[in-house]
């Protein structure tokens, strides 16, 4: 599936270790993003209302996002743009779909509900969030000067 550009095994056991370390700070991240939703639901929604305090989890998550890949980037080995980028794709990709998935079957959300966080136009920050979270190894790497390179 994976094909290394210069053929060497070497590079793809580096770049499955940076696949399998991924996924393993992504179920770090989205542990720290329920445990964030719940204190959000108890805390915030009675004082600012669901939708609104969407609209801050979006911030407060990102913060914390950043917080992980800032910690994290390190050990995930990723150090040239395109593996910071297959990163944050993971992130995304896994992300999304975690969403989806729960909202829609354990949750039991309507599709109008789980899209309504994603609709800019009316007032959805949730494609800002997934922007950051892809953009999110990149900016950790770049700021803790590892990798980043071509």
Known sequence: MLKSMNGSSSYDNHLWRII???AIIWLILIG?????????????????????SNQIGVFTG????FAISYLS????????????????????ILTVSFEVLFGRFV???SWKQL??????????????????????PMIA???RKYGGKD
Do not use: C, Q
């Open 32 to 52: 720290a993003e329920i445990i964030h939703g719940v204190l959000r639901a108890i805390t915030l929604v009675s004082m600012v209302g669901e939708f609104r």
């Open 115 to 136: 899209s309504s966080s994603y609709n800019l136009l009316e007032g959805g920050l949730m494609p800002m969030g997934l922007i950051f979270l892809f953009f999110s």
């Open 73 to 92: 980037i390190h050990w995930i080995g990723a150090k040239t743009n395109d593996e910071l980028l297959l990163v944050g794709m993971i992130w995304l």
């Open 141 to 143: 790497a770049s700021l």
């Open 62 to 65: 990102s913060l914390i996002i």
């Open 20 to 22: 399998i370390r991924t």
């Open 107 to 109: 949750a039991g959300l």
